[in-house]
């Protein structure tokens, strides 16, 4: 065999063993998408492939709603959502890390946004306002949050009657949840079914709070 070969397959398994390592330990503890990363989320093949564009549609803005966006990250979809929502609307972007954090009010600034409130907490820490939003998004989050029912029963709680969680979900992320698993878990918290849309790389699932 030659060395080439083996170094191949030595670096595939070291890959597959720090993909396995991070999808699993989520399960038990907290294990974010690390800071440093967050230039893979900006890049703009993420807009097409990285369920940026569909998860926007499906949440079905309008000028005035008030929006949740749970780990926002840098803010990729952030900032396109809060200029959405323009005039009247506002988000709240909320995420467990700071150094996501100072990137999204890097952005804000850059682009003059004034409708963004940031807010640094995990997903089921009730941090977030009862009954006050239309509209709230896990875009590739949902994988990464220890404890997945707490923070859909928050979401669920934060939005108004008939408000709308998109959850979105790309393929290849270490932290990737199938769509039953998705729905099982939107269901256990009271959401309803909404729209499907699927991407070959991605699915975007709107669950509703009944009215
Ligand atoms: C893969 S990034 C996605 C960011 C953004 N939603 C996007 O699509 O560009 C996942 C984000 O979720 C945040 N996160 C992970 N666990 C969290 C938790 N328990 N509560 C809140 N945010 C969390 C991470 O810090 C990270 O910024």
Partial sequence: MSTVFIGIVAVALFIAAVFAFWRYGARVTSMPCPAWLAWSLEIDVMKKYGGQTVAIEMLELAPGMRVAD???????????????????????ALDIQSKMLDRLKRRISEK???????????AGEGKLAKNFFDRALLVTVLGEIPDRERALKEIYTALKPGGILVVTEVMGDPHYQRLNKVKQLAETAGFGLGRL???????ALQLVKPD
């Fill in 70 to 92: 749970v780990g926002c990250g840098p803010g990729r979809l952030t900032i396109p959502i809060a200029e959405a929502v323009s005039p009247g609307g506002e988000v709240v």
């Fill in 112 to 122: 003059a946004v004034t409708n963004v409130t940031l807010l640094q907490a995990g």
């Fill in 197 to 203: 849309k699927t991407t070959p790389l991605s699915f």
